[in-house]
C-alpha cells in the first residue's frame, strides 16, 4: 500500500529540461508511472474529447471508489479494540507481517498473470480480495483469521498493477500522459476524501471504527461492480502481442474526424506487438482467428525478459538509482505500515482522540506538491545526484529518529509528515533518473524488479525484527532500526557520491590536460 499511496501523488507534465514526458511514443523522464507494466496501445473510441469523457465514467470511478478507504488509516486502533481481543503483539509481530510475506509471495506471479490473462480479470481479482478482506475485517474474530485476512490484503495489493496496466492497455500513446493525469488524480481524490471523511465522522459526528469499515466496504464494493462493465482488452504487453508479419498487413487508417483516409505519422513509435484496432488488412481478410490460434511461448517470454534485465542493469547510472530505490522503498514500507502501532503506543486512541487521517490526507497533499515541484528543480543529477540523496536520506533517518525518541504525538505526526513529503521527492527524482531512454517494455521491467527487490529486503526485515518467530521486537525499538537503516543508506551514498564527483573531476582535468597539448 505504502507503494501505491505514493504513485498517487507522482505526477509530472515534464521533466526537469521542461521536456514532455512523452516524445515519439517513448517514455521520458517525468513519468513516474507504477511499476510492473505498462502497455502502449491502440485507441478504442473516435476522438480525444470522446475518450476523456468516457475515461472520467468508467475507470477513473473504478479508481475513486476502490481508494475511498475512510478506515484504513485507523485500522490499528480498530484491531486493538476490545472486541477483537487482540494484544499490541499479536497486532504488531503477528498479525501485520502477514501482508508483507503474501505481498512479495503473489507479487512475481501477479505480474506475469496480469499480462497473460489481458489485465481485467486480475482487477476484477483485486476487487474481490479487497471485499473479502473488508468483510473479514468486520466480522472475523481471533488470531488466525485476522492473519488469513492480511493474505488477501496482501493480494490486493500485489494486484493493484493490474488497474494501471489495463488504463494503459486501452488508450492511445498520444494520450498517455492525460491518461496518467486522470488515473492519478481520481486515486489521490479518493484517497483523500477517504481519509479526510474518516477523520470527520470519528472527530466530529462520532462514528465507531467498526461504522467506517462498513463504508469502506460499500465502496469498494461499488468499485467492483463497475469493473465488471470495464471492456476487455485484445492485447498485452509481453504474452499477446502481433508479429511483425501481421503489422505489415495494415495499411491507411480512416480519419474518424473527417472521413479522410490518413497513414500513421511516421514519428510516433509504437512498441512491439501492438497495432490500431481501425485499420484494414490489405486483402481485407480477418485475422483475428489465425491470431487467436498463436500459441504463447512462456519460455521465450521469459528469456527475453532476462536478457532485457541483464541489458538495463548494465547502466552503472541506472544501477545506482536502482538500489536506492529499492533500499529506501523497503524502509519506506515498513514505517509506514507501523507509524499507526507508534501512535498507538506515544497516544492510545482508547483515551483521547486521534487524528491519523488528517496526517494521511496532509502528508499525501503536500507529498503531491513536492512531487510537482521538483519536475521544475533543474540540476546535474548525473554529478549530484548521490551527494543528493544521501543528505535526504540523512533528514529521512533524523525525523524516523525523532518520531520514535520525542514520545509526543503531535511531534510523531510532523516527523511523519516530513517524511513522506522527503521520500516522495527523491523517489521522484530517481523515478525520473531511472526511466530516461527507456522502451515500455524495459520501464515496465526495472521497476517491477525495484518493487520485488525492496519486498524482498522488506520480508527479510520483517522477518528479522517484527516477527514473533525471529527477534520480535517492541515498536520503539523497531523505529529507532528504521533509522539506522536510513541513516546506513546515507553514509554509503555520500561516500559514493563524493567518489563519483572526485573522479569526474579527474576526467575533466585529464580532458583538458589532452586539449591543451594537442594545441
Known amino acids: 500500500m505504502a507503494l501505491k499511496l505514493f504513485q498517487l501523488c507522482s505526477l509530472s507534465d515534464d521533466d526537469g529540461d521542461g521536456n514532455d514526458v512523452l516524445h515519439n511514443g517513448e517514455i521520458r523522464p517525468g513519468t513516474e508511472e507504477p511499476a510492473l507494466a505498462h502497455p502502449t496501445v491502440h485507441s478504442r473510441v473516435p476522438s480525444e474529447g470522446f475518450y476523456c469523457a468516457s475515461l472520467s465514467t468508467e475507470p477513473s470511478q473504478e479508481a475513486v471508489f476502490c481508494s475511498v478507504r475512510p478506515s484504513e488509516p485507523f485500522l490499528t486502533p480498530y484491531l486493538l479494540e476490545p472486541h477483537k481481543n487482540l494484544s499490541e503483539t499479536q497486532v504488531f509481530n503477528e498479525i501485520y507481517p502477514v501482508w508483507t510475506y503474501s505481498y512479495l509471495a503473489l507479487l512475481f506471479p501477479v505480474f506475469l498473470a ?89 472527530s466530529v459526528a462520532g462514528w465507531s471504527l467498526f461504522s467506517l469499515n462498513v463504508v469502506t466496504l460499500t465502496s469498494i464494493s461499488i468499485a467492483f461492480g463497475t469493473a465488471w462493465f470495464l471492456p476487455m482488452p485484445q492485447k498485452s504487453l509481453f504474452f499477446h502481442h502481433i508479429s511483425d508479419q501481421q503489422l505489415s498487413l495494415e495499411i491507411k487508417v480512416m480519419d474518424c474526424k473527417n472521413g479522410s483516409a490518413v497513414r500513421d505519422h511516421p514519428n510516433v513509435q509504437r512498441a512491439p506487438g501492438w497495432e490500431d484496432e481501425t485499420k484494414v488488412p490489405l486483402n481485407g481478410k480477418d485475422h483475428s482467428a489465425e491470431k487467436q490460434k498463436q500459441k504463447v511461448d512462456i519460455v521465450k517470454v521469459l528469456k527475453d525478459l532476462w536478457q532485457d534485465f541483464l541489458q538495463c542493469y548494465s547502466s552503472q547510472n541506472m544501477l545506482c538509482w ?52 521538483v519536475g521544475y528543480i533543474k540540476t546535474s543529477w548525473a554529478m549530484w545526484g548521490e551527494v543528493a540523496l544521501a543528505l535526504f536520506s540523512f533528514l529521512i533517518a533524523a525525523a524516523v529518529y525523532i518520531m520514535d525518541t520525542v514520545r509526543n504525538i503531535w511531534v510523531c505526526y510532523a516527523s511523519y509528515v516530513v517524511f513522506r513529503i522527503i521520500y516522495m521527492l527523491l523517489i521522484t527524482i530517481a523515478t525520473f533518473q531511472i526511466a530516461t531512454n527507456l522502451s515500455v517494455e524495459r520501464y515496465a521491467l526495472v521497476f517491477g524488479v525495484n518493487t520485488f527487490i525492496a519486498l524482498a529486503l522488506q520480508t527479510l526485515l520483517t522477518l528479522i525484527v517484527v516477527d514473533a518467530s525471529g527477534l520480535g521486537l517492541d515498536i520503539f525499538t523497531q523505529f529507532m532500526i528504521y533509522a539506522s537503516y536510513f541513516a546506513a543508506i546515507s553514509m554509503v551514498f555520500l561516500v559514493s557520491g563524493i567518489y563519483s564527483i572526485i573522479k569526474a573531476y579527474r576526467r575533466q582535468e585529464q580532458r583538458q590536460s589532452r586539449s591543451s597539448e594537442s594545441q
Request: net charge negative.
Open 114 to 202: 496480469t499480462d497473460y490473462l489481458r489485465y481485467k480479470p486480475v482487477v476484477l481479482l483485486q476487487g474481490l480480495s479487497l471485499i473479502v478482506t473488508w468483510f473479514m475485517l468486520l466480522y472475523a474474530q481471533g488470531l488466525r483469521a485476522i492473519q488469513f485476512l492480511e493474505f488477501f490484503y496482501g493480494m490486493g495489493t500485489a494486484t493493484d498493477i493490474a488497474y494501471y496496466s489495463y488504463i494503459y492497455s486501452v488508450v492511445d500513446v498520444n494520450l498517455y500522459q492525460k491518461v496518467t493525469s486522470y488515473c492519478r488524480s481520481a486515486t489521490l481524490i479518493g484517497y483523500t476524501v477517504g481519509s479526510v471523511s474518516g477523520q470527520v465522522l470519528v
Open 322 to 373: 536502482s538500489v536506492w530505490w529499492a533500499l529506501s522503498t523497503c524502509g519506506y514500507f515498513q514505517v509506514i505500515n507501523y507509524a499507526q502501532g507508534l501512535w498507538e503506543m506515544v497516544l492510545p486512541s482508547q483515551s483521547t482522540d486521534i487524528y491519523n487521517g488528517a496526517v494521511e490526507a496532509a502528508s499525501t497533499l503536500l507529498g503531491a506538491v513536492a512531487v510537482f515541484v
